[in-house]
């Protein structure tokens, strides 16, 4: 039991890590960027791969139902988890644009400086501000 119950934590602990962000025209042609949280193209294609495993193993693999069930349930639980990562972004943007003071705004802004990811934070805040 504490094997299953390790094996399926390890699983969601893999699939939250395998999102990644990345800049969206929307509307296209518009000129204006957002950010959005995807889910991993790694991770999509390891997902395509195993899934053309099990169609292939149908005739002899008699859990491949099992298989392609496993299966739809990472694909969806990864895109139902970027998308909540990106609606936690806009939002936190959002609310910081929105009440956040000066100092708020500095701490945040020294943070990204020294993570390396100034630029990338700036296109995200204006593509939620405007």
Do not use: H
């Not at 960027?33 to 390891?46: H, I, R, S, T």
């Not at 910081?96 to 630029?119: C, F, L, P, R, T």
């Amino acid at each position: 039991m504490k094997t299953k119950l390790y094996l399926i934590l390890a699983t969601v602990l893999v699939i939250v890590g395998c999102t990644t962000t990345k800049l969206v025209e929307n509307p296209p042609g518009s000129g204006k960027f957002e950010k959005v949280v995807d889910v991993d193209p790694k991770l999509q294609a390891a997902l395509d791969a195993a899934n053309s495993i099990n169609e292939a193993s149908k005739p002899f693999n008699t859990f491949s139902g099992a298989v392609a069930i496993g299966l739809t349930t990472i694909a969806s639980f990864a895109t139902w988890f970027a998308r909540r990562k990106t609606a936690q972004l806009n939002a936190t943007i959002a609310g910081v644009e929105a009440k956040g003071g000066s100092d708020v705004k500095a701490a945040i802004k020294s943070a990204a400086m020294a993570a390396g990811v100034e630029n990338s934070l700036n296109k995200a805040v204006k593509s939620v501000t405007g």
